[in-house]
């Protein structure tokens, strides 16, 4: 009995020395695989690697310095770790026996995929390891650039997460295919497009139109118009919006939301229809509803709203994924949208008249927009 007692204690004392084995060796495996020395040892990463090297991540005016693991392996709870450690399993299958990436040329063509499955993950863990280091509530925004300060107030209030915003801080974006004349070309198929039993015509693009009773107008993309009638290549319509008190040279499509829908430019205000006018206190001023009977070229019009949609759609998720995924108009309201476009066009390649287009879709689309019929 004696000796069956004394297996059991040894037995149990080997296991626990196992245990505390396993435990010590697969800790010192999880740290040693989790040093910036061994992420860049593989021949794989020496891309992403150089490209860190030339970022504030790596060399900065306050010699903080972000290493692999401070961004690629979260820190929050003990579940996220390991499975951060178990999916790079796959990343030594690439480099070792299906050698994915021997080259630059094979880095630059899975660039674009790896790029969104590191994005995807991010925004899934809302940015923890961002978070990490860098805390909303420390900001001091006052010592942020304008156009910085804007972002960051408007994420906090909509709950935005990092890398909805900050993406190419460190490695390089991937290339993007972009064909904007083949867009272009599709929504120009549906000029003209209508028939009498549409009951709203859409502008397509920025385009020139006259006062029944003289004076030019300029139409915005999705101005609408009404009571129309055609004769010959000319359409005659009605022209609705608002208004406001001291900006009368912008018609805008409600009231109080600042979606342009034309600019009037030296209109006589005798010749504007006014149906009303109203004080709003979300702008503090006051508003007309206005109709104007306008003639605009058959050609500039459509009746097909969703293909305008789908314009400004691929417009939002192929110039705007340049920098963050693509943010889905109903993110911000109509008016905010006008800040977020206007503070991040400039990073892009869009022309003005795509910039108007973006802007307004989005505007349309907007969350405060959700119950209006478009």
Not at 149 to 160: G, L, P, R
Not at 244 to 261: C, F, N, P, T
Not at 334 to 351: C, F
């Amino acid at each position: 009995m004696a000796k069956l007692n004394k297996k059991f204690v040894l037995g149990g004392l080997f296991g626990i020395l196992l245990g505390v084995g396993v435990f010590a060796g697969s800790q010192y495996a999880m740290k040693a695989t989790s040093s910036t020395e061994f992420c860049v040892s593989c021949h794989s990463m020496e891309i992403p690697k150089q490209e860190w090297e030339g970022s504030v991540h790596f060399s900065n005016r306050k010699g903080v310095r972000a290493e692999c693991a401070n961004c690629h392996i979260p820190q929050d709870s003990a579940f996220h770790y390991v499975k951060t450690k178990v999916m790079a399993l796959k990343d030594v299958w690439n480099t070792f026996v299906v050698d994915k990436l021997p080259d630059q040329d094979a880095y630059e063509t899975h660039r674009l995929a790896m790029a969104k499955s590191v994005w995807a993950e991010m925004k899934a863990s809302d940015s923890v390891t961002c978070k990490s280091c860098h805390n909303q509530e420390a900001m001091v925004l006052s010592e942020q650039s304008e156009a910085a300060q804007k972002m960051h107030k408007i994420a906090q209030e909509t709950n935005q997460t990092c890398i909805d915003c900050h993406k190419g801080i460190v490695h390089f974006m991937p290339e993007m295919e972009v064909d904007n004349n083949e867009a272009n070309s599709e929504l120009a198929k549906h000029s003209g497009q209508f028939s009498t039993e549409d009951k709203t015509l859409y502008s397509l693009a920025m385009a020139n139109a006259t006062l029944q009773e003289g004076g030019t107008i300029r139409l915005m993309p999705y101005a609408e118009l009404t009571d129309w009638n055609t004769a010959d290549e000319q359409v005659k319509a009605t022209l609705s919006g608002w208004q406001q008190e001291g900006a009368e040279s912008v018609v805008y499509m409600d009231l109080g939301k600042r979606i342009m829908v034309a600019l009037l430019e030296n209109v006589a205000q005798e010749k504007i229809q006014v149906i009303r006018s109203v004080y709003d206190e979300v702008t503090a001023a006051n508003w007309k509803e206005i109709r104007l009977p306008i003639v605009v070229p058959k050609s500039n019009l459509t009746a097909d709203l969703t293909a305008l949609n789908q314009f400004g759609k691929n417009l939002n998720e192929t110039y705007c994924s340049g920098c963050h995924a693509p943010i889905s108009a109903d993110h911000y309201t109509a008016n905010q949208w006008i800040g977020v476009v206007n503070s991040m066009k400039d990073r892009t390649s869009l022309s003005d008249d795509d910039v108007r287009t973006l802007t307004i879709y989005l505007q349309r689309n907007g969350k405060d927009m959700a119950n209006l019929s478009h």
